[in-house]
Every structure is written in C-alpha cells, then in structure tokens.
C-alpha cells in the first residue's frame, strides 16, 4: 500500500486555486501549435474541455462514440446547475456551496477540490449565457433559480426540464466552432478501447471505428478521459444505454488507480420498474420534490386509489422524519427513506415497490397564488385548479409529459408512482488535484473521476462540476504538465507499444466472436445488474457482498464460455460493441463489491447494514475511514488498496442532520 | 398481443436492401417501441440470425439518436413522440408494423435502420454559434433578456437533431432544424454580432449537403417530436435575405 499525493496546494483554502494558477508552469501560444491533446468523450466534461484547450491553440482530437457529439449523455440531465452566484440575496456564498458540498458527500471528499468547484461554478453560467444558452428568466429578464436537496438556498440555474440539453448544445457549439477553424478533429462513431503508455506516460489511444470496425491509432502529448459514469453496472439505470465503463476500465487495467467504486448514487424519484423486458429507468427530475409532496399511505396494502385515501391516512414520510429538509432532504437519505417504508409493506402500486409523489397540494397553493395575482376574490375550486395546473405546466411541463407517455397515467389528476434507480456515480478514477491520474499524461475529467462529491453528490452539481473541469481546470493544469512536452515533437503511432495495445484489443474482439455460445450479451448484463442491485445496491452487508463477488466471478466465467455475438467485426456491430463493454462491467461489478466491503461504515451513498444508528441513519467511522479508497488492478488476483488521507481542516466533519 | 413486422434489412451502405417480415407473439402493451425491437433482437441473437441495428441512446426522447420511420411516419403515429417514448399500447394484436430508416440523400443509411445525419453537424459547424472565447464572458446578468425572447430561444433550442423534419419532408428539407438554430441565436443578444454572417454560412452548408428546398407543406412541423414551430423557417428566410441584401 502507498500513500497516493494529491498535489493540493499550500496556502489558506480559499486563495489555494489562486495561487496555484500563478504559479504553475505555461505553454506558450507557438509551443501550443506543436502539442496534440486526446479528448475521449464529448459530454458537458469533453465537449467543454476540447473547445476551451483548441481556443487556447492545442490541436485536439475529440472522440464520442455516438453518431454525433450532441448526443452525449449529458444531454439527458433534466433539472439545473448550481452556481454560487446568490443572485436570490438569501445568503448564498462560494463558502455555503463549498460546506453544503462537503456535507452533502459526508465527508468523503477533498476540501481544496470542493472549494475550487464553488469558486469557477460562478464562470460557468457566465459563460454559459454568452454561447446564448437560454436559462429560465423571470418577468425582469434576469435569472430565474430554484432550490435542489440538501441545501436551504435558491442557487439552480435551469432550463425547463432540459437543462443538461442546453448546456450540452452551449458546449457543441463552441467545439463545432472549433472544428470548423480545424483546431478540433473530430472522431464520432468511435470507441477508445486502449490507452497506450510510452516510457511510462499516456501518450494515445487505440480506437475501433464503429461504422468499418477498423482499429486506428492515435497519439497525443495527453489524453483526457471525459467518459462518463458507469452507473449501467447495474443494467438497469437512469443512464442512456450506450454509457458504459470501458474507457476508464482499459485505464485501470494499464495502471491507473480506481477510487472509491462503490460510492453509486440511487436516485429517489425514477418511474418504476414495470417488467423484465424493461431495458432502462426514466428519471423524474430532482426539481420535482421543489412542490411535490412525497407519501405511502398509513395503511399496509392499501389498495385505494390514492385520490380515495383521506388527508389523514397518509404518511408524508419525509417530512415527518425530517422536519428541516422535509421533501427535500439529499438523495441518499430519501431514496433509504423509500425502500425502507416498501420493505415495510407501506408501497403502492402493483409491485408496492413505489411511492406517491403528489403534485395536488402545489396545484391548489400556485392556483390560489394566481387568482389572487389577476384580482379573482372568488375562484371557484375548479378555476384554482386549472389556474394551478397551468403553473405546474409551466415548470415541469416536460416532466409530466413524459411521466404520461411511459405510464399511461395522468400525473395532474393522481399521483406519480415512484422507486429510487441507480442514477449517478461518485467513484471513478482516482486524480489528482491537476485532475491527473496516477498515469503521467492521462487526465480525468467530469463523471469519469472521483474527484468532488465524496459519498453521495446534491443534485445540479454534476453539471457544474462538468463544465467546470472542461472550461476552467484542465486548461491551466493541462499546461503545467505539458510544459516538459514543448520539444518533444509529435508521437509516432509506430511505436511498439502502439503495436502491443492494438493487439491485445484485437485478441479480445477475436475471443469475443469466436464464442459462438447461445446466451446473447443482454442475457449476461441483466444477470450482473440484478446481483449489483441485490448485494451491491441501496443496502449492502458483508454477507452478500461476499455472495456477490463469487457469483460475478461465476457469471464471467460463463460468459466467456457462452455468450454469442452475431455478425463480423468488421463492419457495424451493435451486440460487439455491448459485449466488449459487458466485459469490463463483469470485472467492475467485482471491483466495486471489494470497495463496499473495505468499509465497514455506512456513509452517503453506501449503506452497510451493520453499520447504522437505532433510527436507521449512516453511521458513519471518521477513525478508521476518513480515506479515498484507490484501488490498483489486481491482473486476476484481488485488487490492491491504497489510500488517500482526507484532512478536513475547515470544516469539522459532524453527523450529518437534516432533521 | 402478436405483431407482425416488415423491417428494412441492409447489411453496410454499399449493400441492397430489402423489407424482411418478421413475426413477434407476446409483446406487451407497458413496454416501449425500442424494447420491443430489444425483445426481436433476443430472439434473432438465440435463433443465430443477425440483430436489427438501431440508433438510440437516451431512450428518454431528449439525444435525438432514435430514428425510424414507422408505418409511413417518422417516429411512429404519435405526435410530439420520440421513436423511444413511443409505447406499445398504442398499437393493437395483430397489427403488421412497417419499419424503415429515415430516407433523404443527405442521410445515407449505414446499416438497417442507421443513417448517417453528420450533415447536420457540419451545418452548425458552418456558424451554429456564438463566438466566445472560455473565460471572456460578462455576468450572467450583466444583460437583461426579456423573458418573452428567451422563452421563444429556448422553444427553438429545444430541437434534438434528430432529422425527423428531413425524413417526413417530401423535399427532404433541413428547414426546420436550420431554422430552429438561427432563430434560437437571432432572437438573443449574444447572437446579434453574428447574425448575418450566421445565416448566410447555415444555408449555404445546408444546400451543399444536398438537403431539398422547402416548399411550405407544413409536414416537418407536424411530425416534429419537439413541436418546433414552422415560423422558425420563416425567420429564418428573413434573415437570411436580410443578410444578403446587407451583404451586396
Ligand atoms: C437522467 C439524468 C438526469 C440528470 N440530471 C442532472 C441534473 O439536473 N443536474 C446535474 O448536475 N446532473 C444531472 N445528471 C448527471 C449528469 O448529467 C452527468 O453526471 C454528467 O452529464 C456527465 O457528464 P460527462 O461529461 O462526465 O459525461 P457524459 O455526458 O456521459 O459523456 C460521456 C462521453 O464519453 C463518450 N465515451 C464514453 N466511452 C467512450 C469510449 N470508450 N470511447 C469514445 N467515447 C466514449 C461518450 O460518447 C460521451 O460523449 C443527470 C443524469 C441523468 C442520468
Ligand atoms: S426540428 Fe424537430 S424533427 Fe427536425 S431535427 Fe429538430 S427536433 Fe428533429
Ligand atoms: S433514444 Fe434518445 S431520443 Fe430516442
């Protein structure tokens, strides 16, 4: 075990970032023509990060493997972005949204970094709104806000229900700008499937072209992983189908350090589950638990139509346990919350492994609010309610929509059903505060690292700290590490560690085809994600996670010997490219199961069941767990720890409350 | 319930194609268009067949990946609807279902139901955006936007790229989508010092990829899964002649 340095300046942690940017080293504009950068991934994190470095001069290659840049997952983020701006005037700071950070990832997280994320969210949404993002405004035409879990302000910036869209298409344009001077090569419809490591630094990457299937080399002074999270471990899960581990997995298998994998965020407000075909879960908007009111009825098996069950038979669970945050406590406590009131045999619907989520008391309370804006003394209740209705509409119009196409039902008239999904993940590869890895030369941005949110991230920060990676960090700490590179001259895709990495991804593709089992890549998938969800999910114990990493090793064993892909590799072939990713799903599932079993404490996101307070909360163990976890390929044999210390020196981690 | 499905079959751009029936028993009403295709898809992998390639990604309706011309329509009989959020219960046992790519020689198909709609990205590339440097911007709130302007941005913003408009149009005009991106931007102030020079550089890529001329039949907007309006395209003519007269 080593002891992992995190770079993370001296100094008072408000002037660390300040300091640091006048202090490291720079590229200068001629120096920059002759450097190649390597961006994998095209989200909020990639998409910002090559526009910004190609601004700079860099020559980029920028790689998405969807059939356009656009069309990143990123795209899918419903609810906001924080910001530090406190343009509310309701105290909001660069300090409250550093310690409500912290908090909220219980303390599992770097300070310095944190308080960097606080300090650049601020340029983000200025710079946001001059690509022409178009945020919700108010009647003034200045910004509109609205609160998130977790936090007493009002510090989310949003659009509609599309705010991932927006931000994503900000970031679009400014890489398309950059492709269209030439700065940018972009590569769409291809899949990383190597890192190559040259006298012991990054320095390209092997990607397979998705539409011929060829292999091709790329090379690079630096490569930035911006791929994303890996939250499809789980099969089922609020991520769009094609996210998937593999970039960062190949990283990990060529050295870099993957930290704490078992911090999976589980989201309390998805549709549930409706049957076994079913192939991914459709979040509801964090923004939702703003005005709705969460319950189960006080009654077990109660089969009443929710409209039918009077005021005072219903459990408002959250608000009754948690009269400070109420509905709006973070992510982690209201999605244990849930299952614990379904497990108790208090859910609804027909697999009672669901909550109402009640928009009818907002729609009467915005309903009265508008009557008495236009000046009616007396509306009737059908006119408040249709007043409501139309406000509601206005803010999450989108959200109910598309709650009514999945479901069926109208979400205006009876309450959504609702279950927690796995939706975000915290874990990642390990970086440094330069969000470098322990890779020389291989930079880790946005969801693909572990940097920020420790235990469990508060809602509309994963966004932020996207763009706040891509626009406002790695282009000063890019150059630091990039001064030693200015006569290195370009790198030649000859060499043998080029001709080495292509061939371990051709015998893996090889190996791959020539199965030739009976079992389909889906069937391996879906059995890896009901083990994770069972052992590995919202409650996890020593027992089962010991279960679990016997029955992984089992199910690779089987798929290695049964799974079948169809077709050639030489040409489109959607089921290889979802084996390849199964693939690394198999070893992570495996991976993540030894995390949570490292940490006897429960804490954020991971809930170990031997280890909570009498009325079921974290509990959490500063003494023995105040680490990041960064865990080294175990190459067949288990893998090897090693810790990062974290030190809080300004702010003293305390039993989280949000009673 | 039983469905019968005729799909498009084409193994790589150079191939042939042909329409292939299909037959799927004991689809249910809950699950989504693309699940369907998944549970085909099994079948097809058990059976030692070949898998129908689709695009899709988000299956939330919001990526624009998803793109199949379903019995006659882009995206299938519901208005307002992604081939993702399309659902079962809105067809009937025993129904035969036709299945094709979107057709337009600007969107080249690359296998099955997978077209090649790069030209789109080439068209914002062309001046689908507003030249800002990172770290140049003022406040966020330096600049009020009346809210009724920013409203009508984001509407034309919303669009996702998904060339439905493309596939429906008789013309196989990009019309829509260019419009949406030129109205989003013109209507901002941060879109006014590009302005002309936007319009312009946008509909001349857009002609060059070989996308037709719109002639007003309206069938973009109505099979838009973002209900994006047709006075984008108005707009957007505006700008465009505006921009040519200022430029001669
Ligand atoms: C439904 C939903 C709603 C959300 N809402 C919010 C919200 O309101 N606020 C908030 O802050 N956060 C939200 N999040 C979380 C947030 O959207 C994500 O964490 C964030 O967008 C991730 O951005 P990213 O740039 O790191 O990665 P992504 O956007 O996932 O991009 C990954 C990129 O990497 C590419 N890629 C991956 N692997 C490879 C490979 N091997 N080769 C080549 N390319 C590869 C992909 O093509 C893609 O371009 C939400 C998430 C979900 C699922
Ligand atoms: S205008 Fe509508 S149909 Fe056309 S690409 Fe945009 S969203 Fe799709
Ligand atoms: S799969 Fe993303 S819009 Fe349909």
Redesign the pocket.
Known sequence: MSVLNSKIPAGPLADKWKNHKNSIRLVNPANKRSIDVIV????????SAAASLAEMGYKVKA????DS?R????????????AAKNYRNDGDSVHRLFYDTIKGGDYRSREANVHRLAEVSVNIIDQCVAQGVPFAREYGGLLDNRSFGGVQVSRTF?AKGQ??QQL?LGAYSALSRQVSVGQVKMYHR????DVVMIDGKARGII?RNLVTGELERHSAHAVLL????Y?NVFFL????M???V??TW?AHRKGAYFANPCFTQIHPTCIPVSGDYQSKL??M???LRNDGRIWVPKKQNDTRRPVDIPEEERDYYLERRYPAFGNLVPRDVASRAAKERCDAGYGVGQSKMAVYLDYASAIQRYGTLEANKLGESQPSAQRITELGTQVVASKYGNLFEMYEKITGDNPYETPMRIYPAV??TMGGLWVDYNLMSNLPGLFV????NFSDHGAN?L????????LAD?YFVVPYTLGDYLADDIRTGSISTNDPAFDEAEKSVQDQINRLMNIGGSKSVDYFHKALGKIMWDKCGMARSEEGLKQAISEIQALREEFYAQVRVPGSANEMNPELEKAIRVADFLELGELMCYDALNRNESCGGHFREEYQTEDGEALRNDEEYSYVAAWEYGHGKAPILHKEDLNFENVKPSTRSYK | MRLNLKIWRQKSAKANGKMVDYTLNEVNPEMSFLEMMDVLNQQLVEWGDEPVAFDHD?R?GICGMCSMFINGRAHGPMTGTTTCQLHMRHFKDGDTIVIEPWRAAAFPVIKDLMVDRSAFDRIIQAGGYVSVNTGSAPDANALPIPKENADMAFDAATCIGCGACVATCKNASAMLFVGAKISQLSLLPQGQPEREERAIRMVEQMDKEGFGNCTNTGACEVECPKGISIENIARMNREYLKAKIAQK
Do not use: D
């Open positions: 994998v991934g095209t989200g909020l994190a990639g998409a790689f998405c493997f969807q840049p069309r990143a997952h990123s795209i899918a983020a419903q609810g906001g972005i924080n949003y705010t991932g994503l291809h899949e990383m499937l990607a911006c791929t994303g999270g939250g899960s609020t991520n769009a094609g996210s998937n593999t970039a190949k459709t979040l908007s964090e923004s939706h975000y941005l946005g969801e693909a991230r809602g509309a920060s994963a966004l932020m700290q996207g891509g | 988000c939330e």
